[in-house]
Structures are given as structure tokens and as C-alpha cells.
């Protein structure tokens, strides 16, 4: 008997990569109608990131009203694993380039939405997130996450910086003396989809500088979690192949 596997990637908001599985299985049984055919969502990082798995290792998709990427509010969502300690998080469920498109403002778009679900998947008991952070519309290097994690990011006068890039030129300090104990003891494996570095203040204040061939994802918005929590950051696509 014939085999084949079938595990694409989506096709943006239009179809999911099991969609796309199945319009392929359609198209072979036309042919081989007897074939053994497997399907599997695949994604790595970015968008079918919650939905491949889930579909992978069981678990239930939450939707949250969280900030959105210029701010304004959206409906973001995070899946928790069946164990009940693994949590997902999607950086474009909340910052996606889709949601810039009518105000493209790069020195503005913050990522504090996605630091919003990964709190409250900690917050439901998840001891680990998985974080995608590919196809984000954001370049503030995470801090707005980290603002909405209890770190303090503060300019010159002791103050709290702006969210979005804008803020990142009056940094001075990062204090993490108010993060909550729960979320400082959170493993954060980030799934990334592409090869780049940025390395920031957070060399200087909390140690060392931030490897340069590591995947940290094109838009960097992981980079200050590296050095402030206890963070992993590993090919995406290669993750959900494994599960």
C-alpha cells in the first residue's frame, strides 16, 4: 500500500495548514483513492503555531482581551497543554502584521499584549510556556512582554519607559525586584523562525551578553527575556516535528 505523509504550513488568515492537508489529501485520492495518508499541522513559530500543538499533544485554546500591538484592545488567545503546566502563547494571536497595516507606526507597536497571556497562563498553573515569536509586527525587543510580566524598565528620572521602540532610547534600568515569584520559577521555551541577535542593556545590568548564533527570531521581541527569566530558545518548526 502507498504511503504518504502530508504536513504543510498554512496560508496566512485564509487557511490553516490542517486545511491545507486536506485539500492535498483530496487531491491525491483522486488518484491513489486506496493510498494510507497522514496529516499533520505544522507551523514554526508564527502563525498554526497554538493549532499544530494542540492538534499534537491535546489541550484547550482561552481567548483574552489583551492589548494590541499600537495599543488598542484585542482578542488575543493561549492554549494550556492536558497536563495542565504547558502553556502556549503566539506572538501574531496579538501583534501580527495585519493588525498594523492601517498605521504602520514601527517605533510604537509594543509587545505587551503577548506578556498579558503568558501571565495568565501562569496565572492557571502552566510551570512552562511555549512562546512563538515568528511573523511578529513589533520591534520594542520585548519589553513591552516584559513590562506586562512586573519588570520595571526605567529612564534617567526612575520612571517607567514608554511602550513601543520609542521607549527603548530612555532605558537606564531593568528591575525585576517586583516580579512575582511564580513567574520568575517559569521555564519559557521561545520557538523561533529565523537566525538573529539583539543585544541590549541587559548585557550590562543583569550579566552576559546575548550569544550571537542563537535563534532569537528576526524581530528580537525575545532578547530582553533572555538574561531576566529562565529562557530556551529553540527552532520552532523542529519542536512541533517532535511532538
Known amino acids: 500500500m502507498k504511503k504518504v505523509i502530508i504536513a504543510p504550513g498554512g496560508c496566512g488568515k485564509v487557511l490553516t495548514s490542517y486545511d491545507v492537508a486536506s485539500l492535498i489529501e483530496i487531491s491525491i485520492r483522486k488518484v491513489y483513492p486506496e493510498v494510507f495518508i497522514k496529516k499533520f499541522m505544522m507551523a514554526d513559530g508564527g502563525p498554526g503555531t497554538i493549532e499544530a500543538i494542540v492538534k499534537a499533544k491535546g489541550g484547550k485554546i482561552f481567548y483574552e482581551q489583551v492589548t494590541g500591538p499600537l495599543g488598542e484592545p484585542v482578542k488575543g488567545k493561549f492554549a494550556i497543554l492536558n497536563d495542565k503546566e504547558v ?133 528580537g521581541i525575545a532578547a530582553g527575556l533572555m538574561r531576566v527569566f529562565n529562557m530556551q530558545f529553540v527552532p520552532g518548526a523542529q519542536v512541533i516535528i517532535d511532538f
Open 87 to 219: 502553556g502556549v502563547v503566539e506572538v501574531t494571536k496579538v501583534s501580527s502584521l495585519p493588525q498594523v497595516q492601517a498605521n504602520k507606526s514601527p517605533m510604537y507597536t509594543t509587545s505587551y499584549g503577548t506578556g498579558e497571556l503568558i501571565l495568565t497562563a501562569i496565572q492557571q498553573g502552566c510551570k512552562t510556556i511555549y512562546v512563538g515569536i515568528g511573523g511578529a509586527a513589533i520591534n520594542d525587543g520585548g519589553t513591552g512582554m516584559l513590562q506586562a510580566l512586573g519588570v520595571r524598565l526605567l529612564n534617567a528620572n526612575n520612571e517607567q519607559i514608554p511602550l513601543g521602540a520609542i521607549g527603548l532610547k530612555q532605558l537606564k534600568t531593568i528591575d525585576v525586584s517586583n516580579v512575582a515569584t511564580n513567574v520568575k520559577n517559569t521555564k519559557f521555551i521561545c520557538l523561533t523562525d529565523v537566525n538573529d541577535v539583539a543585544n541590549e542593556i541587559v548585557e550590562n545590568q543583569l550579566g552576559n551578553a546575548i550569544k550571537k548564533d542563537l535563534n532569537i527570531g528576526a524581530s
